[in-house]
């Protein structure tokens, strides 16, 4: 394909000289002298924290009910709904009247994306979106969330 | 023959078909529970519900006999309020616990509810309570409260398994199934009532929990328990076996499936399973790789030659034997012999022969040849060296004995034995049932596909290569690539499998081109 020189503009004077160069700098002192004044944007995070919205989206948890059972029973569903794949449960039989419960609650928090879905498919609510958003850890391992830490 | 219209479309039955077979003649499914093809007619759960021009009430489609001229709407306004209103009848008492209900995702129930049923219940009195997770036997598992009443179950116990070991008992709304003397279930083909069963009430203690349903990989595939060669669709998940469940094929085992076969899958998931080649090196067996140990298998079979005894299972394939029967061939040896295996035996379906494909070495020619030597006696014949294809002789210490004077014997298994451990030079793992392709001909001369289910373990061949690779010798164009590759050479050399191919066998199998079919069992 045939190309197409482009012409550029030619340089002012000013410009040949580094001039507007300057006055950029000039607006990063004047910045640099208001530092610590009344002006300032940046939250102080982690001192600061953040205000969360009423419907925010942290880490999924699994609840308990009054009785102190799980309410869980490992209906897969959460698995099966999770865009990422990030949830793995081994079911297992356990003793009361629910028969079923969890032995694994797997979630890979390097997986999860927040979304809820889990929270929203789950015919128990048993697992709900917290507001925890510090999320952190040295090893992928440590990103799995089991379900003692669920 | 009467001529009716289902539908606005018109169909020819024979005298006596009824009307939910006419329209499945048609491919219109109309629902049902209590009916099942394989069992006599109940016409007690009323969920086929069909409008019949003329008669004054909505029939069931079940136990209506078609005749001629007869005009059958099954989904016209009146039939789909009938059912709406029998699918609320029957939620009345039902405990609504799919999440735990291991039926949840194969559940007629569900289905129909979520096809013509109403998204809520209109009954807001106290349910009634029954027995939930009642032991009928170690092998299946009942919950009074989601049964619908529908006697399939009783049915097949009475009518397939011949064994009245279940009724109902108690009287309205405490009705339940129970089991007779209050006893224990017994039957050996109890965990059919499991298919049956419409709903989450008779689930299986084996799969309890495993997983649920729309998670698992199917499989259509053949049970390797005996030599009737029930066809069954696997389940599996994360790469391991779950469940084996009959399916449908009128020629062999119609719908159902023994117990016994039903368990055969948890082979696969053996803890000694074979995963990778040995050479027996300095009196330790010794993990080589695929072409040392073939170089040795290869030069210890030639070594042997005519003084070789092949135990060749069958357990293999079809295509497994022919090849192994090539290698005799190609060895000169008429000392072969397959070895039997014990298993269960009735009327019903299984044969006693717990080799799944004997038929198949019957006609592939695995027996002592012409002053050969057989399983018997073997030990007391001068040979050089041993072959065990898929067996092992850890039933018979003595017939160890004699392979330890061998001076070459080689295993192809996918367990370790004692066999091998104590006799063996070297060792090609090979694959169970469940891994591999290839065909089975079971015991009245049909000839099957079986499929793999799962992935081999470790660094496992299937046998049909290691024995392709084996017969090719150095010539390596003529190893086999596909298990498909391998029958279609047979199916060229073999008369009985002239003309098949893997693909034509498909999910139903072939009977074997002979005039006379192979005989019964062992």
């Known amino acids: 394909m045939a190309y197409v020189k482009v012409k550029r503009r030619e340089l002012t004077l000013s410009e040949r000289f580094y001039l507007p160069v300057i006055a950029g700098m000039g607006t990063t002192l004047k910045h640099m002298l208001q530092m610590g004044g009344t002006s300032r944007v940046t939250m102080e995070y982690p001192e600061q924290k953040w205000a969360l919205p009423d419907r925010y989206r942290g880490a999924p948890v699994l609840v308990k009910d009054q009785q102190g059972r799980e309410k869980c029973v490992s209906c897969s569903l959460c698995e099966y709904v999770c865009p990422p794949r990030a949830i793995s449960i081994v079911p297992g039989e356990i003793e009361g009247p629910v028969e079923k419960g969890p032995q694994v609650f797997d979630i890979d928090m390097l997986r999860c994306i927040f979304c809820g879905y889990c929270e929203e498919v789950c015919p128990e609510q048993a697992i709900f979106m917290s507001e925890e958003y510090e999320l952190c850890g040295s090893s992928r391992e440590e990103m799995v969330h089991h379900k003692d830490r669920l | ?522």
């Open chain 2, 1 to 522: 023959m009467p001529k009716l219209t289902i539908d606005g479309r018109s169909v020819e039955v024979p005298k006596g078909t009824t009307i939910i077979q006419a329209a499945r003649q048609l491919g219109t499914d109309v629902p049902h529970y209590c009916w099942h093809p394989g069992l006599s007619i109940a016409g007690n759960c009323r969920i086929c519900l069909v409008e019949v021009e003329g008669m004054p009430t909505l029939q069931i489609a079940c136990n209506t006999q078609c005749s001629d001229n007869m005009v059958v709407r099954t989904a016209s306004d009146k039939a789909k309020r009938g059912r709406a209103d029998v699918m609320e009848l029957l939620l009345i008492n039902h405990p609504l616990d799919c999440p735990i209900c291991d039926q949840a995702g194969e559940c007629k129930l569900q289905e129909y509810s979520f096809r013509i049923g109403n998204d809520r219940s209109r009954f807001d009195f106290p349910k009634v309570h029954k027995p939930k997770h009642v032991k009928f036997s170690d092998k299946v598992m009942f919950d009074a409260e989601r049964c619908i009443l529908c006697t399939r179950c009783v049915r097949f116990m009475d009518e397939i398994a011949k064994s009245d070991e279940l009724d109902i008992s108690n009287r309205g709304d405490r009705n339940e199934i129970s089991v007779k003397r209050g006893g224990e279930l017994e039957s050996p083909y109890q965990m059919n009532i499991i298919d049956v069963c419409p709903v989450g009430a008779l689930t299986s203690q084996d799969f309890r929990f495993k997983s649920r349903v729309w998670f698992l990989e199917s499989t259509h595939t053949v049970c390797s328990g005996c030599s009737r060669g029930c066809n069954v669709t696997a389940g599996a998940r994360w790469n391991k076996m779950l469940r084996l469940i009959p399916r449908e094929n009128a020629a062999v085992n119609k719908w159902w499936m023994c117990d016994e076969g039903r368990l055969t899958y948890t082979d696969v998931a053996a803890a000694d399973r074979l995963g990778a080649p040995m050479v027996r090196k300095d009196g330790r067996l010794v993990e080589v790789s695929w072409d040392e140990a073939l170089a040795a298998a290869a030069k210890g079979l030639a070594a042997a030659g005519d003084d070789l005894f092949a135990l060749i299972s069958a357990r293999l394939t079809n295509e497994e034997i022919w090849l192994a029967s090539k290698l005799c061939d190609a060895l000169g040896t008429p000392h072969r012999d397959t070895k039997p295996r014990a298993f269960g035996k009735d009327d019903l379906l299984r044969t006693g022969d717990g080799n799944p494909n004997s038929a198949g070495a019957r006609i592939l020619g695995v027996a002592p040849g012409k002053g050969g030597a057989g399983l018997a006696n073997f030990a007391s014949q001068n040979l050089a060296g041993a072959a065990l294809f898929g067996e092992d002789l850890d039933d018979r210490p003595e017939a160890i004995a004699a392979l330890q004077k061998l001076a070459f014997v080689l295993v192809v298994d996918s367990r370790e034995s004692e066999t091998m451990r104590k006799a063996a030079h070297v060792v090609l793992p090979g694959l169970t049932a469940y891994e591999k392709d290839g065909s089975f001909t079971n015991v009245t001369g049909r000839v099957q596909r079986i499929a793999p289910c799962v992935r081999s373990p470790g660094d496992a061949w299937p046998d049909w290569k290691i024995l392709g690779w084996l017969v090719a010798g150095n010539d390596r164009g003529a190893r086999p690539k596909t298990c498909a590759e391998v029958f279609a050479r047979m199916a060229a050399a073999v008369p009985e499998f002239s003309g098949m191919t893997h693909g034509m066998l498909g999910t139903a199998g072939l009977d074997v081109r002979s005039a006379a079919p192979a005989q019964g069992s062992v």
